[in-house]
């Protein structure tokens, strides 16, 4: 294909797009809740359904609060971790349930209108809806239940849902509680409740191992009615009826959780949800979300996909991962062979000084979330490092995903070394230095988490990390046996040789000179798995013999969640050496520019779902903006000399990745709880750090903004001014402060100072 057809191809694919993306985005324009005027407030302007069409069970959301326990939605999807929660193209609603997190779900119920019982089991008891008469925005979720003629509300605190039903039709009102059963990533099971008096049901369920999660976690939950309950009888095995009079026209409920006890839930609604006012616990939800989008400030119309685009990618950045401590301090440890219930420390106003989280890993954080949350919310960054090291004081290692209050191992490596030491570097008050350096070097020696693979929970043998430490490379295929999920060699090679370096960084920092030189020594094991000959990197077994037949677009094949061909790429740390081992920068250059040439043919991406970009024929991409491994790679070529090729490439996959505004658009793949949604925002600003700004002074790369003026509000609360002068679309000078920089990076000790910076575009 010549480049100026692929030109045409482009442009064509960005019109349809756009045309595409206006149709399905009719039906949720820019407006304030329940008030119909327009708004320019950020959180007005996010686009809760993008890409909900590929929904995982953690990603959409609309009833929630920052990283709330709650996460209050219609399920139109329930089985399976994947492909489930809010599906937009099913069109039957399944239940309301309150928690969608990384491998726990929970409390799914539907209000019903019947005349005869037996419709319910008889015929089910789920029900259609339409897009037409649905609104979701930030916050807030309503929806009619066609077969009942019920409009359902919801909205929610931190850590309780919250429900208006208004019924319009005779018959009997109700509601269903699945008690048991297949609900998202687990099955139910074990739930009970109880009438605690007329308006009051008391309840717990326990979510059952997974494959990820190990073990047993319950659920505790408080339900409070604002009209009195007439029965509540048991519909069949897995659901009970709460039923009430048939003369109400409107219920409302509110459900507090807790993986706790039942008396932490009934505490965390008497703290944070006594009253029964509906409107104004979704205003104080806009409130709170829009303090935080309200970090980064654009000057463009409100009704500009682009601008609305880029709010739902920040909104996304602070979606996913979810709390699991009680409001006060409370919170499940399931580190231990026994659970037990652990208790935050209270600060001097008697409340918990941080919450502790649930996540899905922290592979690719580190050039995602620890940027963005470093730049813009380093209060949320603080307390997730310390619930991290939270989970080392109770089980021993540093996670790199928890889930109900224990390790899953999910990925691979120790993807949290670089998360936590860049937030050391950045100067966050995370803990004592010296205590945080020896919890994240236990995990880079033999028994820590890089010893295992994936899912890997009582051997230590699948991540391959002795042969790491002695050979120098670990070995592909696993010559020892199948212990878990990623065992990749070459791969694993990669990252563990980024992660210490990172970590060497903070011994550095520390004087530990002697840890310093062991760490760096083997950040430089990544050469042991280029292979000069193809040009790529190429697993090797254990007897040190290349892949024999070796394809570099075969995905997974040694890598992780890639192919050869992406891989070869991640050496953040040492660009300049892989570049000499390709023969010098200018061959790198050409070697990755060919990469994007040909992945621009494919958008960039290896599909438009998670489940596409693991097809191994679509897979076959050198480039992959769909998946954590190639995040960086259009930001290499400033560290090559060639800022120009980063603002070219890094301008086209903006537009044509990250540029959608649809339910079957967004982030072509994998989201992971708000990797994708950071990265486009970070990409959309122009900034970038290639380490994750682990070093002593954290370094951005920049690439070009696209918007021409841009305010980010720093935690110090001084700003920093982004403009872009010219219509032009080559970079011709970046001035910073009124100085002209001479190569495109800054430090973060230059950015916290806020100012001016300035592109000049030709």
């Given at each position: 294909?010549?480049?100026?057809?692929?030109?045409?191809?482009?442009?064509?694919?960005?019109?349809f797009t756009?045309?595409?993306?206006?149709?399905?985005?009719?039906?949720?324009?820019?407006?304030?809740?329940?008030?119909?005027?327009?708004?320019?407030?950020?959180?007005?302007?996010?686009?809760?359904?993008?890409?909900?069409?590929?929904?995982?069970?953690?990603?959409?959301?609309?009833?929630?609060?920052?990283?709330?326990?709650?996460?209050?939605?219609?399920?139109?999807q329930?089985?399976?971790?994947?492909?489930?929660?809010?599906?937009?193209?099913?069109?039957?609603?399944?239940?309301?349930?309150?928690?969608?997190?990384?491998?726990?779900?929970?409390?799914?119920?539907?209000?019903?209108c019947?005349?005869?019982?037996?419709e319910?089991?008889?015929?089910?008891?789920?029900?259609?809806?339409?897009?037409?008469?649905?609104?979701?925005?930030?916050?807030?979720?309503?929806?009619?239940?066609d077969?009942?003629?019920?409009?359902?509300?919801?909205?929610?605190?931190?850590?309780?849902?919250?429900?208006?039903?208004?019924?319009?039709?005779?018959?009997?009102?109700?509601?269903?509680f699945?008690?048991?059963?297949?609900?998202?990533?687990?099955?139910?099971?074990?739930?009970?409740?109880?009438?605690?008096?007329?308006?009051?049901?008391?309840?717990?369920?326990?979510?059952?191992?997974?494959?990820?999660?190990?073990?047993?976690?319950?659920?505790?939950?408080?339900?409070?009615?604002?009209?009195?309950?007439?029965?509540?009888?048991?519909?069949?095995?897995?659901?009970?009826?709460?039923?009430?009079?048939?003369?109400?026209?409107?219920?409302?409920?509110?459900?507090?959780?807790?993986?706790?006890?039942?008396?932490?839930?009934?505490?965390?609604?008497?703290?944070?949800?006594?009253?029964?006012?509906?409107d104004?616990?979704?205003?104080?939800?806009?409130?709170e979300?829009?303090?935080?989008?309200?970090?980064?400030?654009?000057?463009?119309?409100?009704?500009?996909?682009?601008?609305?685009?880029?709010?739902?990618?920040?909104?996304?950045?602070?979606?996913?991962?979810?709390?699991?401590?009680?409001?006060?301090g409370?919170y499940?440890?399931?580190?231990?062979?026994?659970?037990?219930?652990?208790?935050?420390?209270?600060?001097?106003?008697?409340?918990?000084?941080?919450?502790?989280?649930?996540?899905?890993?922290?592979?690719?954080?580190?050039?995602?979330?620890?940027?963005?949350?470093?730049?813009?919310?380093?209060?949320i960054?603080?307390?997730?490092?310390?619930?991290?090291?939270?989970?080392?004081?109770?089980?021993?290692?540093?996670?790199?995903?928890?889930?109900?209050?224990?390790?899953?191992?999910?990925?691979?490596?120790?993807?949290?070394?670089?998360?936590?030491?860049?937030?050391?570097?950045?100067?966050?008050?995370?803990?004592?230095?010296?205590?945080?350096?020896?919890?994240?070097?236990?995990?880079?020696?033999?028994?820590?988490?890089?010893?295992?693979?994936?899912?890997?929970?009582?051997?230590?043998?699948?991540?391959?990390?002795?042969?790491?430490?002695?050979?120098?490379?670990?070995?592909?295929?696993?010559?020892?046996?199948?212990?878990?999920?990623?065992?990749?060699?070459?791969?694993?090679?990669?990252?563990?040789?980024?992660?210490?370096?990172?970590?060497?960084?903070?011994?550095?920092?520390?004087?530990?000179?002697?840890?310093?030189?062991?760490?760096?020594?083997?950040?430089?094991?990544?050469?042991?798995?280029?292979?000069?000959?193809?040009?790529?990197?190429?697993?090797?077994?254990?007897?040190?013999?290349?892949?024999?037949?070796?394809?570099?677009?075969?995905?997974?094949?040694?890598?992780?969640?890639?192919?050869?061909?992406?891989?070869?790429?991640?050496?953040?740390?040492?660009?300049?050496?892989?570049?000499?081992?390709?023969?010098?920068?200018?061959?790198?250059?050409?070697?990755?520019?060919?990469?994007?040439?040909?992945?621009?043919?494919?958008?960039?991406?290896?599909?438009?779902?998670?489940?596409?970009?693991?097809?191994?024929?679509?897979?076959?991409?050198?480039?992959?903006?769909?998946?954590?491994?190639?995040?960086?790679?259009?930001?290499?070529?400033?560290?090559?000399?060639?800022?120009?090729?980063?603002?070219?490439?890094?301008?086209?996959?903006?537009?044509?990745?990250?540029?959608?505004?649809?339910?079957h658009?967004?982030?072509?793949?994998?989201?992971?709880?708000?990797?994708?949604?950071?990265?486009?925002?970070?990409?959309?600003?122009?900034?970038?750090?290639?380490?994750?700004?682990?070093?002593?002074?954290?370094?951005?790369?920049?690439?070009?903004?696209i918007?021409?003026?841009?305010?980010?509000?720093?935690?110090?609360?001084?700003?920093?001014?982004?403009?872009?002068?010219?219509?032009?679309?080559?970079?011709?000078r970046?001035?910073?402060?009124?100085?002209?920089?001479?190569?495109?990076?800054?430090?973060?000790?230059?950015?916290?100072?806020?100012?001016?910076?300035?592109?000049?575009?030709?």
């Amino acid at each position: 294909m010549t480049k100026k057809l692929q030109t045409i191809l482009t442009s064509a694919i960005l019109v349809f797009t756009i045309l595409l993306d206006a149709c399905y985005g009719q039906n949720l324009v820019a407006t304030s809740p329940h008030s119909g005027t327009k708004s320019t407030e950020p959180v007005d302007l996010v686009y809760p359904l993008l890409d909900a069409a590929n929904s995982r069970w953690f990603f959409f959301s609309s009833a929630c609060r920052p990283f709330g326990m709650v996460n209050l939605s219609p399920d139109t999807q329930i089985g399976g971790a994947w492909g489930s929660g809010y599906r937009y193209d099913t069109d039957t609603i399944k239940g309301f349930s309150h928690i969608h997190g990384w491998q726990i779900a929970g409390i799914s119920v539907l209000p019903v209108c019947y005349e005869y019982k037996s419709e319910l089991w008889e015929q089910g008891y789920y029900s259609q809806f339409d897009h037409k008469k649905e609104e979701a925005s930030v916050g807030y979720h309503k929806v009619e239940l066609d077969r009942y003629d019920i409009e359902a509300e919801l909205t929610s605190t931190k850590r309780v849902g919250f429900h208006r039903y208004q019924f319009r039709k005779d018959g009997q009102r109700a509601v269903i509680f699945q008690s048991n059963g297949r609900l998202g990533p687990a099955d139910m099971k074990n739930g009970r409740l109880l009438k605690v008096n007329n308006k009051t049901i008391h309840g717990e369920i326990t979510n059952a191992p997974t494959r990820r999660r190990p073990k047993d976690l319950k659920v505790h939950f408080a339900v409070h009615f604002d009209q009195e309950i007439h029965q509540l009888i048991e519909l069949d095995a897995d659901h009970q009826l709460v039923v009430f009079g048939d003369d109400i026209d409107e219920l409302k409920m509110k459900v507090a959780i807790s993986y706790t006890a039942i008396e932490n839930a009934q505490e965390n609604m008497e703290r944070e949800l006594p009253g029964w006012e509906f409107d104004p616990i979704v205003q104080e939800s806009r409130e709170e979300w829009n303090r935080l989008l309200s970090r980064v400030q654009v000057e463009v119309p409100a009704d500009s996909i682009t601008v609305r685009r880029f709010y739902t990618d920040l909104w996304h950045a602070l979606q996913g991962r979810r709390t699991i401590s009680d409001v006060n301090g409370s919170y499940p440890d399931h580190t231990g062979e026994n659970f037990r219930i652990g208790r935050i420390p209270l600060n001097a106003e008697g409340n918990p000084e941080f919450n502790h989280y649930n996540s899905d890993s922290f592979w690719g954080a580190q050039w995602t979330l620890t940027t963005l949350w470093g730049l813009l919310y380093p209060d949320i960054y603080c307390e997730f490092v310390k619930s991290m090291l939270l989970y080392y004081k109770d089980g021993g290692l540093v996670p790199r995903g928890p889930s109900g209050g224990n390790y899953t191992y999910v990925m691979t490596g120790a993807s949290s070394t670089p998360l936590i030491v860049s937030a050391f570097q950045k100067n966050l008050d995370i803990g004592e230095p010296s205590k945080i350096y020896e919890a994240l070097k236990k995990n880079h020696v033999s028994g820590g988490i890089m010893s295992k693979a994936g899912y890997e929970h009582e051997t230590n043998k699948g991540g391959g990390l002795e042969d790491y430490m002695t050979k120098g490379y670990v070995p592909y295929p696993n010559p020892y046996g199948d212990f878990g999920y990623h065992q990749a060699g070459a791969g694993l090679t990669l990252e563990y040789a980024f992660q210490d370096y990172t970590l060497a960084q903070m011994a550095k920092s520390l004087g530990k000179e002697e840890d310093y030189r062991y760490f760096m020594q083997r950040s430089k094991n990544y050469q042991n798995v280029y292979d000069p000959q193809s040009g790529w990197m190429r697993p090797k077994d254990q007897k040190g013999k290349w892949k024999e037949p070796f394809d570099p677009y075969e995905y997974t094949n040694g890598f992780v969640e890639s192919n050869a061909a992406q891989a070869t790429w991640f050496v953040p740390h040492d660009l300049d050496g892989l570049a000499e081992l390709m023969g010098g920068k200018d061959k790198a250059v050409e070697k990755l520019n060919a990469q994007f040439e040909a992945a621009a043919e494919r958008g960039f991406t290896a599909g438009d779902s998670h489940a596409r970009g693991e097809d191994p024929t679509l897979a076959r991409i050198p480039i992959n903006y769909g998946n954590q491994p190639s995040m960086q790679t259009a930001y290499i070529f400033n560290h090559l000399d060639r800022p120009d090729l980063t603002q070219y490439w890094a301008s086209r996959i903006v537009t044509t990745t990250f540029g959608g505004l649809s339910p079957h658009t967004g982030y072509n793949g994998d989201e992971d709880q708000g990797l994708m949604g950071s990265l486009a925002v970070l990409m959309k600003t122009g900034f970038f750090q290639m380490t994750g700004g682990v070093e002593a002074d954290p370094i951005y790369t920049l690439s070009t903004p696209i918007f021409e003026n841009i305010s980010l509000v720093l935690p110090n609360f001084s700003k920093l001014i982004i403009e872009k002068h010219g219509k032009g679309e080559k970079v011709e000078r970046i001035v910073f402060n009124g100085r002209n920089l001479n190569q495109p990076f800054l430090l973060h000790s230059q950015i916290m100072k806020g100012g001016h910076l300035e592109y000049y575009m030709k």
